[in-house]
């Protein structure tokens, strides 16, 4: 069996993505990889499989049930007041820490 995915491929992929894989990591993703790959052969073997309409949704009897926007009888809270409750704030906008590099 001619294999789709390589070990440079998996690892091309992980730099890409930031993360690091071992060679055992990439292994396993190279098998997983395997698995998925052959599962979908079984779904393309599938006889007219490209005549069924795709679902969008799970559940066949699904309704989407809008309801009528209303306005908020008790207004919105003013911007001062919610400002108090927070530790740093330039204007009307929140300051948070840095989360990314």
Known sequence: MERKFT???VDDYADKLLI?????ENKMVL???DIIDAQIDIINSIPDISEVTPMTHCLD???Y???EDEDDEEGSVPIDDLLSNCDDYVGDEIRVPKVVG
């Not at 690091?20 to 055992?24: A, D, K, R, V």
């Open 65 to 67: 049930e809008l309801r």
């Open 31 to 33: 098998e997983e990889f």
């Open 20 to 24: 690091g894989l071992t060679e055992e």
């Open 7 to 9: 070990k440079k491929m």
């Open 61 to 63: 009897d699904f309704v």
